[in-house]
């Protein structure tokens, strides 16, 4: 069975950072897509950055330069580490891992950036 359990999700002020975590079991990141997604209160799930299973990072334009999404294949974990944090990145941010069969995503974890 497969599950992602994220973790570091917390109220912040503006300009703070935080890091997120994402621990896989029943699935190994290595070799598969992996990233985060975020969903705000009234708007659809977006994509906020994923290494692809080549290793290439890809982010959204609006995370450029200030968010840093990271995968440490011994610990089986990936992270985003979020700085020049900004009240629009208030969202349950989501971990998502794609095989060429499945979507597998976490439970989520709620990002709230104070002005």
């Known amino acids: 069975q497969v599950q992602l359990v994220e973790s570091g999700g917390a109220l912040v002020q503006a300009g703070g950072s935080l890091r997120l975590s994402c621990a896989a079991s029943?699935?190994?990141?290595?070799?598969?897509?992996v990233g985060w997604y975020r969903q705000a209160p009234g708007k659809q799930r977006e994509l906020v950055a994923f290494?692809?299973?080549?290793?290439?990072?890809i982010y959204a334009d609006s995370v450029k330069g200030r968010f840093t999404c990271s995968r440490d294949n011994a610990k089986n974990t990936v992270y985003l580490q979020m700085n020049s944090l900004k009240p629009e990145d208030t969202a349950v941010y989501y971990c998502?891992?794609?095989?060429?069969?499945?979507?597998?995503w976490g439970q989520g974890t709620q990002v709230t950036v104070s002005s």
């Open positions: 998502n891992a794609n095989t060429f069969a499945e979507d597998y």
């Open positions: 290494i692809s299973r080549g290793g290439s990072t």
């Open positions: 029943g699935i190994t990141f290595s070799g598969n897509r």
